[in-house]
């Protein structure tokens, strides 16, 4: 099943790469959106988007506003169907995470900050 949508990705990747770049602008991505096939692929894999945009920002895993095939169909595999708890509870896990690392580095940039301004004044 796996392969059945790599392959239809790839496929559909290929359409859209209108230049034969190997890579897919978000042009080319807006140049396609509309397309009827295209959203009824979308919605047989439960994958909703409102813009080109949106998809765009979410596949393009490098940020080089530009997509490859592989950042496309693994994009595109992650976004397949409805968001599970374990996935929830993943990005729960990871801005927890996240949070304390730039706490503790905030509480370091502040005494920094303090020993600096001691270092100014005291000069």
Not at 5 to 24: M, P, T, V
Not at 28 to 34: C, D, K, M, N, T
Not at 82 to 103: C, E, F, G, P, W
């Amino acid at each position: 099943l796996k392969d059945n949508y790599i392959k239809h990705f790839n496929s559909i990747f290929a359409e859209l790469d209108e230049d034969g770049s190997g890579e897919i602008t978000l042009a080319e991505l807006e140049g396609f959106i509309e397309d009827e096939a295209l959203q009824a692929f979308f919605a047989h894999l439960n994958i909703s988007f409102d813009s080109a945009w949106e998809i765009f920002r979410l596949i393009d895993a490098d940020g080089t506003g530009s997509v490859s095939a592989e950042e496309f169909v693994n994009g595109l595999l992650t976004m397949k169907g409805d968001a599970r708890n374990i996935d929830v509870k993943t990005i729960h896990y990871d801005m927890t995470k996240q949070r304390h690392v730039l706490s503790k580095f905030m509480i370091f940039v502040e005494a920094e900050l303090r020993h600096i301004k001691a270092a100014v004044v005291a000069a």
